[in-house]
C-alpha cells in the first residue's frame, strides 16, 4: 500500500521501537540491521494491519446472534438492540470488549472506530489497553430523545456537558485508545450538539461518527424537517467536512455525493450490515460513485448483530463483490480499490494516515501475517485477488501493532482467550435473560 503500490517479493522488513525502520530486498536489510529477533516469513503474505472504521464493540459481541436475521432497521434497534445493551453489567462490557478485540486482532484488524455505544468508558478504556489494539472510542451523545413527546428541556446542556466530561477525564492525545467526542447520528442531535461536537474534534485532533441514512428513514426526515438531505443539512450548519465519519449512508443523491467528496467526510461502508439489514446498499448505494469522486471511503462491520463477524476480509470482500452484482459490471470496485478501503482510507478518516495504513519506512509498524500453507492461498499467482477474493480472517497467523506482537500463530498473546471462552457463554445467556427478549430460534434446539 505504498504510493506505487508496490508487491514486494523476498523482501525483508525491519521494525526499529514502534516503526518500520527498513524494507527491500532481503539480502540488503540483514546487511542493514542487527535483528534481536528474526521472523521466518517465507511462508507469509505481509499486509498493512486493517482499519475498522465503525464497529461497536460492547453489547453486540456479548449478544452476538440473538437478534433474528429478519428484523429491518428500525425492529433491529429499537426493539432489540437497545434492550440488549441496557442488560449489560460492567464485567459483560469489558468481556465483550475483549472478546471484540480478539476477534479483530486474529483477523487482521490492528485499529477501530468504535460507534460511541459503550457505557463504562473507564473500565472499557483499560481493558482495551491491555490488548494492545489500536482503537478510538466514546460515549455518544443524543438530544433529541426517541420519544417524540419526551420533555426536551435542558437535554442539550446536558449532552454536552457529557460529551465535554469524558473529553476532559481522558485528555491524552497519544496512545492506542483515545477518547473522541462520539454521536449517535441520525436526526438525533440538534444543530448544536452537532456543531459543538465537531469543534471539539478539530480542538483536539480527533474526529466524529455517526450513523446517518442506512435506509430512508433519515432522508425522510431531514427533508420534512429541515427541507434539505441530511449532507445538504451538515453542510449548511457548517459540519460537513473532514472531522466527520458517517456511516452507512446508503441514501444518497447525485448532491450529496458531490458534498461528500468536496467538503473531505468520511463515509463508513458496512456491507455486511447492508446485506442482512436489506438496506439496499447493492442497488441504491452510491459508494463507486463516492470513490470516482474522490470522497473517502471506508469500511466497517459494524456490530454483532447487524453484520455479525468483525473480520474486515469480509467487508473487503462484500466491497469489491456488491456493486459488480448489483450493477452487472465486473468494474465496479476492483479488488485492489477494496483492499485501500480496508486500509489507508481508513487511516486517513482517522487522521492517521502518515501513521498507519501502509508498509512504509517511518510508518507504526502495524502488520499481519497471512498464512499461505493453507488451501485458500494456492496457487498464489494475484495476490490482491487472493487476499479480497479467495482468504478470509482465518488465515490471519500473526499481527503486530506499534511493533508489538500480539497475535501468534493464530492465538491472542495479550488476551486470555480461555477465560473468555470460559466466561463469554454463561455472561451471554445471563445477558438475554435479563433483557426479557425471547428466544426466536426458527428451529427446535432438542
Ligand atoms: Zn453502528
Known amino acids: 500500500m505504498n504510493p506505487d503500490r508496490q508487491i514486494l517479493k523476498n523482501a525483508s522488513l525491519a521494525v526499529t521501537g514502534d516503526r518500520i525502520s527498513h524494507i527491500g530486498p532481503a539480502a540488503r536489510v540483514e546487511a542493514q540491521v542487527t535483528a534481536r529477533e528474526v521472523v521466518d516469513g517465507r511462508r507469509f503474505v505481509l499486509t498493512p494491519g486493517y482499519v475498522n472504521g465503525h464497529i461497536h464493540i460492547t453489547g453486540e459481541p456479548i449478544s452476538k446472534?440473538?437478534?433474528?436475521d429478519d428484523s429491518g432497521w428500525a425492529e433491529n434497534v429499537l426493539e432489540w438492540l437497545i434492550p440488549l445493551y441496557m442488560a449489560q453489567t460492567p464485567e459483560d462490557e469489558k468481556l465483550s470488549a475483549q472478546l471484540a478485540a480478539m476477534e479483530m486482532l486474529r483477523t487482521g484488524t490492528t485499529t477501530f472506530l468504535e460507534a460511541g455505544s459503550i457505557l463504562n468508558l473507564a473500565e472499557v478504556r483499560e481493558t482495551l489497553l491491555e490488548t494492545g489494539i489500536r482503537g478510538r472510542i466514546g460515549q455518544w451523545c443524543q438530544d433529541r430523545l426517541f420519544e417524540p413527546d419526551a420533555d426536551q428541556a435542558g437535554e442539550t446542556e446536558k449532552q454536552i456537558r457529557k460529551l465535554d466530561e469524558a473529553l476532559d477525564a481522558f485528555p491524552e492525545r497519544d496512545g492506542r485508545i483515545l477518547v473522541w467526542p462520539l454521536l449517535v447520528g441520525h436526526n438525533m442531535m440538534t444543530t448544536e450538539l452537532w456543531q459543538h461536537s465537531v469543534a471539539r474534534a478539530k480542538a483536539i485532533g480527533g474526529k466524529v461518527c455517526g450513523h446517518m441514512s442506512p435506509v430512508e428513514l433519515d432522508v425522510e426526515w431531514y427533508l420534512a424537517n429541515t427541507g434539505l438531505r441530511p449532507f445538504e443539512y451538515l453542510a449548511d450548519i457548517g459540519v460537513l467536512g473532514p472531522e466527520l465519519c458517517l456511516t452507512h449512508v446508503v441514501h444518497l443523491d447525485d448532491n450529496e455525493v458531490k458534498l461528500a467528496a468536496e467538503s473531505g467526510l468520511n463515509l463508513t461502508h458496512c456491507p455486511m450490515s447492508a446485506l442482512k439489514g436489506a438496506y439496499g446498499a447493492g442497488p441504491s448505494g452510491r459508494f463507486p460513485e463516492l470513490v470516482a469522486a474522490g470522497a473517502n471511503v471506508m469500511l466497517g462491520t459494524d456490530g454483532n448483530n447487524n453484520g455479525n463477524s468483525m473480520d474486515m476480509m469480509r467487508s473487503m470482500y462484500l466491497a469489491a463483490g456488491l456493486f459488480k452484482d448489483a450493477r452487472r459490471d465486473p468494474k465496479a470496485v476492483p479488488a485492489h480499490e477494496a483492499l485501500t478501503m480496508g486500509t489507508l482510507n481508513g487511516a486517513k478518516a482517522l487522521g492517521l494516515e502518515s501513521e498507519i495504513g501502509s508498509i512504509e519506512v517511518g510508518k507504526k509498524a502495524d502488520f499481519v501475517l497471512h498464512d499461505t500453507d493453507r488451501p485458500e492461498w494456492r496457487p498464489l499467482l494475484n495476490v490482491v485477488?487472493?487476499?479480497?477474493?479467495?482468504?478470509?480472517?482465518?488465515?490471519?497467523?500473526?499481527?503486530?501493532?506499534?511493533?508489538?506482537?500480539?497475535?501468534?500463530?493464530?492465538?491472542?498473546?495479550?488476551?486470555?482467550?480461555?477465560?473468555?471462552?470460559?466466561?463469554?457463554?454463561?455472561?451471554?445467556?445471563a445477558l438475554v435473560a435479563r433483557s426479557k427478549l425471547p428466544d426466536k430460534q426458527v428451529w427446535p434446539v432438542v
Open 65 to 68: 446472534g440473538y437478534v433474528p
Open 385 to 429: 485477488n487472493q487476499l479480497i477474493w479467495s482468504a478470509d480472517g482465518r488465515s490471519v497467523h500473526s499481527v503486530w501493532v506499534d511493533g508489538q506482537r500480539l497475535v501468534e500463530n493464530y492465538r491472542c498473546l495479550t488476551i486470555d482467550e480461555e477465560r473468555v471462552f470460559a466466561q463469554i457463554d454463561e455472561a451471554g445467556k
